[in-house]
């Protein structure tokens, strides 16, 4: 079976410019995660998504930063408008279950460069 | 507050040495998971292990161990005889069951370990 899928692995922009990062769970888990790792603050939880539902984004950093799961096999992590701060390697991670009984599988993660 | 520390930055062994890696943990939670992920040079996160705080007992699996002492509150990871390809950033993490944390993990800084030919 196909591992989590993420798009693009890289992405250099320009600041003010509007950023989309594209994941695809492992078919069948319930659980979608975005992580960002940075070398100043290491690896940081974003947001969560039960059955597409958004269930927590209190580590989204500013309001420039949105997710959105349409369907089961697809979410979307926006950045609008980019700042170089915000470059980072985005990690997009699955699981069948939340709760921590079941390990995350993660992306191979998008790095973002923001000039 | 829940927390884990991976006090070890870096460490650099010999090739077939053993060497240990530690990760010291905090929560009120009476039920946890504990995981360890390995990110080699090609950047991806690779699961290695999960343990739930219940289970106590060690883990060997090949070359890699595990050993859970909820007392120290510590899940340390043991790589005997460390090949070149162990060369890698290990990650230990922690996840509590309590509602509203549900899947959220929690990492360590890492420990970046470099195995020497």
């Known amino acids: 079976d196909a591992g989590v899928i993420q798009s693009p692995r890289h992405e250099v922009t320009e600041m003010g410019q509007e950023v989309t990062l594209r994941c695809k769970p492992i078919?069948?888990?319930?659980?979608l995660f975005w992580y960002r790792q940075t070398m100043m603050r290491g690896l940081e939880l974003l947001i969560y998504?039960?059955?597409?539902?958004?269930?927590?984004d209190s580590g989204m950093p500013e309001d420039r930063f949105s997710a959105k799961m349409p369907n089961a096999s697809f979410s979307t992590l926006k950045i609008q408008p980019s700042e170089p701060r915000d470059s980072a390697v985005y990690f997009c991670?699955?699981?069948?279950?939340?709760?921590?009984?079941?390990?995350?599988?993660f992306g191979p993660g998008t790095r973002l460069t923001v000039t | 507050a829940q927390k884990v520390t991976q006090a070890q930055t870096e460490i650099s062994v010999v090739e077939k040495e053993d060497v240990t890696l530690d990760c010291v943990y905090e929560?009120?939670?009476?039920?946890?998971?504990l995981f360890w992920y390995k990110q080699p040079p090609s950047g991806e996160l690779v699961f290695l292990i999960r343990?739930?705080?219940?289970?106590?007992q060690n883990e060997i699996s090949g070359r890699y161990s595990w050993n859970f002492q909820k007392s120290t509150s510590s899940f340390n990871f043991t790589i005997t005889a460390s090949q070149v390809v162990d060369s890698a950033v290990y990650f230990c993490?922690?996840?509590?069951?309590?509602?509203?944390?549900?899947?959220?993990?929690?990492f360590g800084k890492g420990t970046k370990l470099s195995v020497k030919p």
């Open positions: 991670a699955s699981s069948l279950g939340g709760g921590g009984a079941y390990e995350q599988y």
């Open positions: 078919s069948g888990h319930d659980y």
């Open positions: 998504f039960n059955n597409n539902v958004p269930i927590d």
């Open positions: 929560t009120r939670d009476t039920t946890y998971y």
């Open positions: 343990r739930n705080s219940f289970d106590e």
């Open positions: 993490a922690l996840s509590e069951a309590a509602t509203g944390s549900q899947g959220n993990l929690i």
